[in-house]
């Protein structure tokens, strides 16, 4: 577990981020219950999930009063804007599409990304390799991972367009920096 203070200063030393916004940031997703309160007297103890929650914030780089939903983002983002949630009937029981195999989300990856940072060597060096970007001016979030890039986009967009007209703004994140974040915060 980590404080917020740690989860700030880790975000500001490893992969460059204000912390004084991140704080800010932080508050917001307090108030809105997306992070938990502290007791009086005690600071809000922060669990990896938590860390992935306030990390999607601050990258997505929301106005403050949009920061909870920006939070909440990366779990309406699919596979290549797939839509998913289509049921189909198997023998008169109801059936899911979509094979469990497959990450739904693009939380979901992240979850698994921050769960690799904290696992054996070859997993450390398995997310060192990758690039995260967070794209701002149109829900987008984009896994480099060599030649290969996983995009998630919101359900029945194209991920190979554009998403809009305009310039096109983003966060990258390396992997590296993540994993030095990750192990510094959660590696006790």
């Known amino acids: 577990m980590a404080t917020i203070r740690e989860a700030t200063d880790a975000l500001q030393q490893r992969l460059g981020f204000d912390p004084a916004r991140s704080r800010t940031i932080s508050r917001q997703l307090i108030d809105s ?37 920006a939070a909440r983002r990366a779990e309406d983002l699919t596979p ?54 967070f794209v701002s001016t149109w829900p987008e979030i984009a896994i480099h991972d060599g030649d290969h890039v996983r995009r998630f986009r919101e359900p029945g967009a194209n991920a190979s367009l554009w998403g809009q007209g305009g310039h096109r703004r983003s966060t990258t994140i390396n992997g590296g920096a993540l994993v030095d974040a990750i192990r510094a915060l959660f590696h006790r």
């Open 80 to 133: 290549g804007g797939a839509i998913l949630g289509v049921d189909l009937m198997v023998n008169g029981e109801t059936a899911e599409h979509w094979p469990t195999s497959i990450p739904r989300s693009a939380r979901e990856v992240l979850d698994v990304i921050a769960e690799m940072a904290l696992g054996d060597l070859d997993s450390q060096r398995d997310v060192a390799a990758m690039r995260l970007e």
């Open 33 to 69: 219950g997306l992070l938990p309160a502290g007791a009086p007297g005690l600071a809000q103890q922060l669990s990896i999930d938590d860390f992935v929650t306030l990390l999607c914030a601050i990258a997505f780089d929301p106005l403050l009063r949009e920061a909870p939903a």
